[in-house]
T-cell receptor
């Protein structure tokens, strides 16, 4: 079946450090891939997405590239800030009328000043 | 602006009581979902609906029910609350073409 695997956290970084959060998926065909972010006390919100192979999603300095050959969608940011501290979820869906979003378990990022 | 709202945001109840969590969206999305979030488990799907009068069980549906009488609302009912149902509950709706989910702010339920 379809699934998403994320690196376990927490990930603790100093401000301005480089961030990578790994995400790999198992799926047939060509799903759409997403990164969602959950700030403390809030619901999840979409951070970025990619809908086909080799697409790069980007937002707020974060990037992720849809790699079909390695079935990966790793999240990166060149210089993290304290305000980036949150839980990050990788997810996939085939979209359409009857498809659900499948989430990874989430990775907690803590950025220290 | 379109939005999705949940109520109540916080609820404390006793074991055995019936509890209903409301979810209302103005995106006009057909697809709506209820998830629970627990430490170590991420998000787990409880129930979902693809349109009016349609409801489906997710991976952790025992003890929960939903009904869909219109496009905008998908209330989640705990028939007889148990301590294991203490959690944060999120409602979401999705865009048809991409599957992107739009989430409410969550309802924190404590069952004593």
């Amino acid at each position: 079946g379809n699934s998403v695997t994320q690196m376990e956290g927490p990930v603790t970084l100093s401000e301005e450090a480089f961030l990578t959060i790994n995400c790999t998926y198992t799926a047939t065909g060509y799903p759409s891939l997403f990164w969602y972010v959950q700030y403390p006390g809030e619901g999840l919100q979409l951070l970025l997405k990619a809908t086909k192979a080799d697409d790069k999603g980007s937002n707020k300095g974060f990037e992720a590239t849809y790699r079909k050959e390695t079935t990966s969608f790793h999240l990166e940011k060149g210089s993290v800030q304290v305000s980036d501290s949150a839980v990050y979820f990788c997810a996939l869906t085939y979209g359409g009328a009857t498809n659900k979003l499948i989430f990874g378990t989430g990775t907690l990022l803590a950025v220290q000043p | 602006d379109a939005e999705i709202t949940q109520s109540p945001r916080h609820k404390i109840t006793e074991t055995g009581r019936q509890v209903t969590l409301a979810c209302h969206q103005t995106w006009n999305h057909n697809n709506m979902f209820w998830y629970r979030q627990d430490l170590g488990h991420g998000l787990r799907l409880i129930h979902y609906s693809y349109g009016v009068q349609d409801t489906n069980k997710g991976e952790v549906s025992d003890g929960y029910s939903v009904s869909r009488s219109n496009t905008e609302d998908l209330p989640l009912t705990l028939e007889s609350a148990a301590s294991s149902q203490t959690s944060v509950y999120f409602c979401a709706s999705s865009e048809l073409s991409t599957g992107e989910l739009f989430f409410g702010e969550g309802s924190r339920l404590t069952v004593l």
